[in-house]
């Protein structure tokens, strides 16, 4: 029987309720005494100098407060970089500088150059209206390759190209794989595209930012997953504000899918600017805005190939990708295509040679980083496709194929870098082999073939890194920071319980899922148990939610507090119920000493606890609190095998989904019903990805695709009914709760299956096409059957 | 984005030549033309109304007409800022030659936008410029070969450019 309480359960979610009836509180519900807006002059050039901006009629438009140009933040810093990447030939990756309003130059559409500060939104927009701007257009670089020729236009002039990094993984495997290649009874070899994204969370950017002049300090109120590393990043490299004079708060926050990490322009600006004028400054996004202000995702173009022996084991993998990274480097840019892509190229399989190489690009685009998954869909992808077409080429069964090259012996180093200490990749191809129903396909594909439609099906792996990270060896990596976790577990006198956690949740669940740890461990109900999140005055650190990392990091960090709050409270126990400590057990919320019928309640602990009048002072402080700090050993890895059967109709190539299955392993799971949720959203995005989504530029760097008109989002007669399985579990060895995060396995797991899936519905059809670039439009299915 | 075209006028060259080098006829012709002001050596500054998609802006440029060469071709470009909504600049290269029946009129016409056009309006932009381009000389031919005969008084709700046709045939006792 399923569990109704604890680790386990899938009790309903608790902030629902506030969002379900509209209460919730966002940053754009947050107005403030005095409040003034900010509307962004953005450039609708791509690349250009900028001759002159002047700003005299516009500072006598009415309602307006102050404008502020490039030329205000002299002396003040730019945007940083969290991540440093080396490259092949050892030398750091070319960084330029991001400042908070463009300087003599502009280098992609919606580069901000003039805050225009007034009483109201309207009246700053129109001011904007009257700000004269010259601005010499430049040639845009937009396509990666053409940008690292050597006449191209330069992004930034100050480097020597507009190539950031060239690097190379295993740069010391690389003769070895050659070699194989060499040797290799079959090679199959793949060129694709993975599609630019815009990850359009449904509540756009909003900052706030608020200077109390009385004690000098600053708050920034904003759409962040990671309050911490916001007041980090822009306290000490942008605004040189000490960290106790800053506070940082992500109240309710409408989604994120990693667009909401980085550090953006605008909250450095009303932060600043509220300073200036000593008066809360406001900034909220349209949705056009966030178009060409939010960083995009994905926008790699690879070549890769797979070196087979000729019993169709896998030799080698080599990998050529670009990576755009936009015209500025966006927080943690440098590290989506490098250590979160190249450390998973190994995948499920057990191939013992393996070369990445990257050359980071920068264009005249909106800067691209992490997007739900980050780096890890871009590899799964690739890797899949390959596999698939392999299998193709060598007339094999994929799922054999595949079966045949799983890593099956665990712990498992990979040749790149990593050790997965965990996953049964058998185990999961049964069971999605079972919930698919995948004995059923030829019936089920005849009765489309009845219907005049060709049916495929496409199956995929995948294997992700998450519960991001171990800081030691992030830190040779190139991180510029660490990525433990913290968090405080406050034990009220009455026996309550509030959870302070670094973690941030917007959409996840954690207030929740974390509640139902404390209530297993202690044996309390759920309902005495709160977290408290996204404030930098309330909660002790943290460095925020990504890369599946809450519950693995986060979390583990919450276990670690409760059980510091465990042995005090076994203490306090002891001395009540005059016995050992030794002998103290806690159970179901009551403390018993064992052997004996000598019992007292969780609330008489903790009421001890602040009222001491019978208390072991001489060795114990009063109180019940504990903070705990928890850094990974080791990356989880979550795994899981994923089918997905579709429909083309051959006249028109329009491509519907018919079943999904998706079967993971998350290790441990605390609440199935918000794992299932998690997967299902990022199945959404996946198939989004593989279908619908495009971020277009034309030649000059127009944003083409800047609305909903032109940028397809899925929407609901777009997705199939989910069979979303998780039974499969190897917990994970190394963090207290064996959990290995979900967050990002749909987005991850899914575009590859959808791509096979249609190019098995060709095949099926007598069209051998070997590979479709994502989205998988009508038009593009179209025109790959009729070329 | 690009596209190219022809027409047959029903006039001489030489006089086609004039009109296409006539500021008013300029002004009558393009479409959305609020105000110009200028001349063919200096260049004109417009003021054109546009709608492109879901856009409605006031473009406010230049237009310039170079590579004259007497009687036979000019290019016609222009460079519109419309605020918030962005930017658009084209050009059009004109050529005339003489054919049975008149006088035949190819363009070839280069257009590109920037800003909130093209990120709302890029997808249509194409059939836009090519309607543009198409108002564009139906109305030049139509300012240069005047009315029909038969056409009498006014019709109502004819527009000023409208009620313009045939400035020429007047002009030159055509």
């Known amino acids: 029987m399923p569990k109704d309480h604890g680790i386990g359960a899938s009790p309903k979610r608790r902030e629902d309720v506030r969002f379900l009836t509209g209460k919730g509180q966002y940053t754009d519900d947050i107005n403030l005494h005095g409040q003034t807006y900010v509307h962004f002059l953005r450039s609708d050039v791509a690349h250009g100098i900028i001759k002159s901006i002047d700003t005299s009629a516009a500072e006598n438009m009415p309602g307006v407060v102050r404008i502020f140009t490039g030329a205000d933040f002299e002396g003040v810093g730019g945007l940083p970089c969290g991540w440093q990447i080396t490259d092949r030939h050892g030398q750091p990756m070319q960084e330029p500088g991001h400042p908070v309003l463009a300087r003599g130059k502009v280098r992609h559409v919606g580069d901000p150059i003039a805050a225009i500060i007034a009483e109201t939104k309207e009246q700053a927009r129109d001011a904007a209206e009257a700000i004269e701007l010259d601005i010499e257009e430049l040639p845009a670089v937009v396509d990666m390759v053409s940008a690292l020729a050597p006449d191209a236009p330069k992004v930034h002039d100050e480097l020597t190209s507009n190539l950031c990094y060239d690097w190379g993984f295993v740069e010391e495997n690389k003769a070895a794989v050659d070699e194989a290649f060499e040797k290799a009874a079959h090679v199959t070899t793949l060129e694709l595209i993975n599609n630019r994204l815009v990850a359009n969370p449904m509540e756009p950017r909003v900052a706030v930012g608020d200077y109390n002049q009385a004690n000098d300090e600053s708050t920034l109120y904003t759409t ?59 900034w909220t996004s349209t949705r056009s805005e966030a178009f060409m202000s939010d960083a995009h995702g994905r926008d790699h173009k690879t070549k890769i190939e797979l070196a087979l022996d000729a019993d169709n084991n896998f030799m080698a993998i080599r990998t050529d990708t670009y990576a755009n990274m936009g015209a500025y480097l966006s927080t943690f840019a440098p590290s989506v295509p490098t250590w ?3 450390t998973l190229m190994a995948g499920n399989y057990k191939t013992p040679l393996i070369y990445v190489n990257v050359k980071a690009v920068f264009t005249n685009t909106v800067p691209v980083d992490a997007y739900r998954g980050a780096g890890r869909p871009e590899a799964t992808f690739q890797l899949e496709r390959l596999v698939d077409k392999a299998a193709r080429e060598l007339g094999v069964d994929p799922i054999a194929l595949r079966r045949q090259n799983f890593i099956t012996q665990f712990p498992y180093a990979t040749p790149v870098a990593v050790e997965y200490d965990t996953g049964d990749y058998i185990a999961t191809m049964d069971r999605m082999e079972e919930i698919m129903d995948l004995s059923g396909f030829e019936a089920r594909r005849k009765a489309s073939e009845a219907k005049g439609k060709w049916r495929g099906l496409g199956v995929n792996c995948y294997i992700e890194a998450c519960g991001i990270a171990p800081s030691n060896l992030v830190g040779q990596l190139g991180a510029r920071a660490g990525l433990y976790d913290a968090a405080t577990v406050r034990v009220n006198a009455t026996g309550s319980i509030s959870v302070m956690v670094g973690a941030h949740s917007h959409g996840q669940g954690h207030e929740t899922t974390f509640p139902q740890v404390i209530a297993e461990m202690i044996g309390i109900d759920e309902s005495q148990v709160d977290i408290v999140h996204g404030d930098s005055s309330k909660i002790p650190f943290g460095m925020g939610t990504y890369g599946s990392r809450s519950l693995a990091v986060c979390g583990s960090a919450m276990v670690r507090a409760a059980e510091k709050v465990i042995r005090k409270a076994k203490k306090i126990a002891a001395h009540l119920l005059e016995a050992s400590e030794a002998d103290i057990e806690l159970k179901d919320g009551k403390f018993s000493v064992a052997g004996t019928d000598k019992e007292c309640a969780w609330g008489d602990v903790t009421l001890a606890a602040y009222v001491p009048h019978n208390y072991p002072l001489e060795d114990i402080e009063p109180g019940l609190e504990e903070t705990a700090f928890y850094d990974p050993a080791n990356f989880t890895y979550p795994s899981g095998a994923y089918a997905c059967e579709v429909e083309v109709d051959p006249e028109t190539g329009k491509v519907t989904i018919e079943k999904f299955a998706a079967a993971d392993d998350f290790g441990n799971v605390v609440n199935p019903m918000i794992v299932e949720g998690q997967v299902h959203g990022g199945i959404a995005q996946g198939i989004g990805q593989a279908l619908l989504e495009a971020a277009v530029y034309d030649e000059n760097g127009q944003l083409q695709s800047a609305s909903y008109m032109d940028y397809a989002m899925p929407r609901a007669d777009d997705v199939p009914f989910y069979i979303v399985d998780h039974s499969c579990c190897t917990p994970c060895t190394h963090n207290p709760l064996g959990v290995k995060g979900c967050g990002e396995a749909g987005a991850i797991g899914s575009p590859p299956a959808v791509v096979n899936a249609v190019i098995d519905a060709l095949a099926s059809g007598g069209k051998n096409v070997p590979h479709i670039d994502m989205p998988l439009t009508p038009h593009r299915v179209w025109k790959a059957i009729n070329q | 984005m690009e596209l190219s075209d022809s027409r047959v006028i029903n006039a001489p060259k030489n006089e086609v030549w004039t009109a296409l080098l006539n500021p008013e006829v300029l ?36 237009v310039q007409l170079t590579d004259i060469v007497e009687g036979e071709s000019c290019t016609i470009s222009g460079e519109g800022k419309g605020g918030p909504a962005g930017f658009a600049k084209g050009g059009a290269k004109v050529r005339l030659a003489e054919v049975e029946g008149g006088t035949e009129l190819s363009y070839d016409v280069e257009a590109k936008i920037g800003g909130k056009i093209a990120q709302l309006g890029s997808r249509i932009i194409d059939g836009v410029a090519r309607k543009l381009a198409d108002e564009f ?35 030159f006792g055509g």
């Open chain 1, 224 to 282: 962040s997953q990671n309050p911490h590393v916001i007041r980090l990043l822009m306290g000490a490299f942008v605004l040189g504000i000490p960290e106790h004079k800053l506070r940082v708060v992500a109240p309710d926050v409408g989604g994120g899918f990693g667009t909401k990490i980085f550090h953006y322009a605008e909250e450095a600006f009303v932060t600043f600017a509220s300073r200036q004028i000593r008066r809360p400054v406001k």
């Open chain 1, 340 to 342: 979160l892509h190249g």
């Open chain 2, 27 to 62: 002004q009558d012709c393009i479409p959305g033309c609020q105000e110009m002001a200028g001349s063919i050596e200096e260049g004109f500054e417009a003021t054109v109304v546009q709608k492109i998609g879901p856009v409605k802006a006031t473009f406010k440029g230049a």
């Open chain 2, 137 to 171: 000389f139906t109305k030049f031919q139509s300012v240069v070969e005047g009315p029909a005969e038969e056409s009498g008084a006014v019709e109502e709700g004819a527009t000023e450019a409208e009620v313009k046709k045939g400035w020429l045939k007047r002009t």
